[in-house]
């Protein structure tokens, strides 16, 4: 056994043996550590695990981008394909087509053609009462059905000499424009009107950078339509989730700053106490660089303790917060653990510097004589 591997086994010996001798002074570091970790395992697995469910939560609004054919012109014909296959499987693409046509007693109405099935997944929060299923059904919206005096009946349309005959499956209410059109289904637009798909509504997942990016995408593979976020939609899951980050992230600075202030306090009391332990450490022949490596290592071990501690109540916090709160399933987010590790060793290594440099003061001549 050669002497730098002794001298690590004596080194290891020498911080359990301090760790078990100091259990009142390492309790306290170690209760200081675990809450730190604790706060910031709760907070970090709580803005991951809501931001994951918020950006969900603004999926069902509908599409947070919108493909318009420029100069009133159609789209071009694999443009549906073209978005869906920049957006990946992870969003939604329905198409649209517009025009406006008249009922037989001359009064005009807006009609869109649209994908029934998309639309269905896409806009959850549409209140529809029955959707279509078959051909030449129609979806009306609440105030073309009452401006119409449509009630159950078969009603005709026609569009530039062309007629259709449609049979009302259900109403629609949104409270915006949809409630003033009357949906039918793609196919029966195209083969009535010939007139294909102007808009695509689109819900591109992600973040706001995220969804910029893909924005910028679709512009490049699209470059006849105009492409441009719904302002409302991204304004509002951008202040949402600032807010929320903000707001757990100061949260966790507060309470990892008390907990950082509670392990310093207690390590310079730990050097107070300890001053003549290390002063004989000097006196039989230990460098400066040994004695200050010999403290940062139990801080160090203290920082993985608590962690390793303080991470499992956090997940127990996280999961009573998101039950209390937010009335919700909260998934524990084990990805988290290393930043939580490395966050609680970077914190009691910064809380033992000041503890060093006070060691560095220490002069075993005068310790040991009780001066």
């Not at 807010?243 to 949260?251: A, G, I, P, Q, V």
């Not at 006196?283 to 139990?298: I, P």
């Amino acid at each position: 056994m050669n002497a730098h591997t002794k001298k690590r086994q004596m080194l290891t010996r020498m911080l359990l043996r301090s760790i078990v001798r100091g259990r009142g002074r390492t309790l306290a570091a170690l209760l200081a550590i675990t809450v730190a970790a604790a706060a910031a395992t709760a907070m970090l697995n709580l803005f991951v695990d809501v931001q994951a469910k918020l950006h969900t939560e603004f999926r069902n609004y509908g599409a947070n981008v919108i493909i318009v054919a420029k100069d009133g012109e159609s789209l071009p014909t694999n443009a549906l394909s073209k978005v869906e296959s920049t957006i990946g499987g992870r969003g939604l693409a329905v198409p649209f087509a517009y025009v406006v046509a008249r009922t037989a007693s001359g009064r005009a109405v807006v009609v869109a053609g649209t994908d029934f099935f998309a639309v269905q997944k896409l806009d959850h929060w549409w209140s529809v009462s029955a959707w279509p299923e078959g051909a030449q059904q129609a979806l009306l919206g609440a105030r073309a059905a009452q401006s119409l005096g449509v009630s159950g009946q078969p009603f005709s349309l026609s569009f530039q000499g062309k007629t259709i005959q449609l049979f009302p499956a259900g109403t629609l209410q949104t409270g915006a424009s949809e409630d003033s059109r009357i949906y039918i289904s793609l196919s029966d637009f195209e083969k009535w009107t010939g007139v294909e798909t102007s808009t695509i509504e689109a819900a591109v997942p992600g973040s706001p950078a995220e969804i910029d990016a893909g924005i910028r995408k679709l512009t490049q593979a699209l470059p006849s339509a105009d492409v441009r976020p719904i302002r409302q939609i991204m304004a509002g899951e951008a202040n949402v989730l600032g807010k929320t980050r903000s707001t757990m992230l100061y949260s966790a600075i507060l309470i990892i700053a008390t907990a950082a202030l509670c392990l310093l306090a207690t390590l310079i009391g730990w050097v107070y106490d300890r001053r003549r332990d290390f002063a004989i450490m000097k006196a039989l022949g230990a460098s400066s660089t040994m004695v200050n490596s010999f403290f940062a290592g139990e801080a160090t071990l203290l920082g993985i303790a608590g962690a390793t501690v303080g991470f499992a109540f956090g997940i127990g916090a996280a999961i009573w917060i998101g039950h209390a709160s937010f009335h919700t399933a909260v998934i524990p987010r084990f990805g988290v653990f290393p930043v939580v590790l490395l966050g609680s060793v970077l914190v009691s290594l910064a809380s033992a510097l000041l503890p060093i440099l006070l060691l560095q003061q220490v002069q075993p001549a005068t310790i040991l004589r009780g001066e």
